[in-house]
């Protein structure tokens, strides 16, 4: 089963507005990536985290890794419209060789 | 256009049958993933290959097979498909598999059991 858990499930937000997206484990992570996949389309990378704490910003979207580096938040200031699409983190704890995607958080924009 | 290609787009097939997704990594990957994403699921780790060795195994059902050939490229064979395959395959690859490199996805196969 999800070992990463994701929320929102849905977010619809008017073009503007702030949207952030949760990442949370129970366990700790040894790093941490953002995907986005746009309808009908396939995942893209967005960003990997790796430190604690760290912070990372691409334009408008600003990734966040915690301190305990258990969870991560995608903050995307003033939505746009080519902002819609389900956004996915992926996990990697470590001790596996295998990315866990957590349940991902679908945002829907209204113009 | 991420360079990872998969055939066929689209799959529709009856319960019972056997099918096969195929999968070709971008150009110098040495590493081959296969997800399955149901409807409003995430994505499904199924199996990884490197350099055609078995490097990882996910959620896999043993319904399910795949394997990687010495040019690269990569198949994924479902059997006695039922309704509850009915789901988008995506493959993805990455140079050498690390499970800190950003993994490259193809369009993806849309498989309908009916």
């Known amino acids: 089963g999800q070992q990463v858990m994701q929320i929102p499930q849905y977010q619809h937000v008017q073009e503007g507005e702030d949207f952030t997206t949760y990442c949370n484990s129970s366990?700790?992570?040894?790093?941490i990536q953002w995907y986005k996949q746009r309808p009908g389309g396939h995942p893209v990378f967005l960003i990997q985290?790796?430190?604690?704490?760290e912070v990372k910003k691409q334009k408008r979207l600003t990734f966040q890794f915690g301190e305990a580096k258990k969870n991560s938040s995608l903050h995307i200031t003033a939505t746009q419209t080519t902002d819609v699409g389900t956004y996915f983190c992926a996990a990697d704890r470590g001790n596996t060789d295998k990315l866990i995607f957590g349940t991902g958080t679908r945002l829907q924009v209204f113009p | 256009d991420s360079g990872v290609t998969q055939t066929p787009k689209h799959l529709i097939t009856a319960t019972g049958q056997r099918v096969t997704l195929r999968c070709s990594p971008r150009?110098?990957?040495?590493?081959v993933y296969w997800y399955q994403q149901s409807l409003d699921q995430g994505l499904q780790f199924l199996i990884q290959y490197y350099n055609g060795e078995e490097r990882a195994k996910g959620n896999i059902l043993e319904r399910f097979s795949a394997q990687q050939f010495p040019d690269l490229h990569s198949e994924l064979n479902l059997s006695s498909l039922e309704l509850g395959d009915s789901a988008l395959y995506f493959c993805?690859?990455?140079?050498?598999?690390?499970?800190?490199?950003?993994?490259?996805f193809g369009p993806g196969t849309r498989l309908l059991v009916l």
């Open positions: 150009s110098g990957d040495l590493s």
């Open positions: 985290l790796v430190k604690s704490g």
């Open positions: 366990t700790t992570l040894s790093n």
């Open positions: 993805a690859s990455n140079g050498q598999g690390a499970i800190w490199e950003t993994q490259y």
